[in-house]
Structures are given as structure tokens and as C-alpha cells.
């Protein structure tokens, strides 16, 4: 992840590179790690670009004052960061160890054992064979997890084949943005970091109003999800309460009583934690679950909370 940062995106947080990384200046960023059910690590992350406008100024720039330059920069910058669809196969003849093992358990093309147009034909063949493993969607069990009896099955993934977008345009009616897609089973990714990072990525634009708040939720969802399992959970609960009520001296006042429980509980919930191998390498390397470029102040949702509702008192809250 630190090359990734240092590397690709070229954050620079005394602010002396001015040329940028892949995605342009990097201002900022916060990533949030996850770990799969199999105990496999992976990245959730936000990053901030110099100049990169909000949703609402971008609708602002484009409909009200007519700005179509900008709308056409934008949609050839996307265009060119975001593809959705695996490349051609440049031939069978081409040979690389991405055809002979999984493409994620290989480097890519050695770049001192081919050069000029065979190296460029062997990473084309490299990057069709990563994207056709790693991006293209098979429909599962999974997909339909939300589907009730007899309604159709939709993915909830939103991945289809029917799902295609021929070209990006900006719905001039609606003020958004709709990029291009090209395969409705592929999902977004970047050439240059798929082949870098070599696994699957779902790369996304911020650039309308109801994408922006299912980034915020999704990231919000992420960020403060438990890694305890529910049954874990209750489980770890009852013992702890048992262990109080067979103590040999109880503690009779009510006060104490309430506090040894409390103390108990969260040490039974800290002590069932399930934790995956990479995870715990990943602590005793000194790595925790975000990546942040900044130091971000905590947010006590419940204040905050009440504090709006007695400036500006609603029926809804």
C-alpha cells in the first residue's frame, strides 16, 4: 500500500511534486481495510485531486454557465483513466507466464527478457489475461441475495450484460454524469494499476449528487463495521454475564454490580475477536486498519446529532 501511495499516486505530503501521480495531484487520502470472510485483506480508499471539482460545481460549471470545454475535458480525462471492458488478446503466439500460472501469481512481462514491439505485445496479452480474471463478473448465488420470489433477479451488483453505455456524455436535462460501458460484466479498473497491483479494483469517479452520498455511506458503512460476528458476539456475551453471577463473592451493591458487567463484557468482546493471518501480521508490522494522509478529528455522532436537532427542530428527526 505505501508503494502504491509513494508510487502510483505520488502523494507528496510536504507539497514539493507539483507534477502528480496517475490520477493527477493527489491532495489527499483515506483508506479505509477490510478483511474478507477468508481472512484476505483489501483496500477501501477515497483520494482528493487538486482541481477536481464537486458534483455541484461541476452541474454549475456546465448548465448554468455553459462551460462545454470543461464538460469535454472531463470526459476525455475519464475516458482515459477508466476502462470497462477486456482488451483484445493480441495472439496466441504471444507467451507470457500470465498464460501459463493465475495472472495474480505472476510479476508480468519481464521487461529485460523482451523489448519494443514484443514487450508491447506481451503486456497487451498480460493485461487481456489480468482483466479476464480479475474483473470480468460471474453471476452467483450471491448476486441474488436481495431477490424476492417471483420478482426478477437483478444483480445487485449491477453488473449485466444488457447494462452497456456506448459513449460518457452528460445528461444536459438531468445534470449528470453517465460514464461509458463498454461490457456490462466488467468491472471499472485502470490499466496501469491492475497491472501494477495485479488483483481486482473497482474504480469510481465522484461526479454526481447521488453517487457522492453512496460513496459517503459506503466509506461510513466500512469504517465502522464491527469484525465481531454477531452469534460470536451474544455468545461472548453470556459468558461473560455467567462468569459474574458464579463469582465467588458477587458483589451485592448495584452500582458495582452493573460495573463489573460492563468491564466483563468488553473484555469478552475484545477477547473473541476473530482475526485473520494477514491481519495480525499486519498489526505486528505496525499497520493498522486505515491509511489517512491527514489527521482527521473524531466525530461524536450522538452530540452532533442532538446539537442540529435543537438548532433546527424537525417532525422527521
Partial sequence: MQSFLDTVLRYDPKGENLEGGLLGLTKGYFGCVEAQGRGTLHCHMVVW??????????????????????????????DDTISNFVPPDPGEDVRTEAAMYHPCSVRGPCLNRASG?????????????????????????TCWKYCRDGQPKECRFNLDESNRVPE??????????????????????????????????????????PLAKAILYYITDYITKSQLKVHVAYAALRLAVDRLNTAPVPPADVKERGKRLLQKCAHAMIANQELSGPQVAAYLLGFGDHYTSHCFRGLLWKAFEGHVERQLPSAEC
Fill in 168 to 209: 460518457t456524455f452528460f445528461d444536459m436535462d438531468l445534470g449528470e454524469l453517465h460514464l461509458r460501458r463498454v461490457d456490462g460484466l466488467v468491472n471499472n479498473y485502470n490499466a496501469t494499476i491492475i497491472q501494477a497491483l495485479r488483483c481486482n479494483m473497482d474504480i469510481k469517479f465522484v461526479g454526481s449528487g
Fill in 117 to 141: 514491439d514484443g514487450l508491447q505485445r506481451e503486456r497487451e496479452k498480460d493485461l487481456h489475461l489480468l482483466v479476464k480474471a480479475c474483473q470480468r463478473h460471474v453471476h452467483t448465488d
Fill in 49 to 78: 485531486v487538486h482541481g477536481g471539482l464537486n458534483p455541484t460545481q461541476i452541474k454549475e460549471r456546465i448548465l448554468q454557465d455553459g462551460d462545454l470545454a470543461l464538460r469535454d475535458r472531463l470526459i476525455h480525462v475519464l
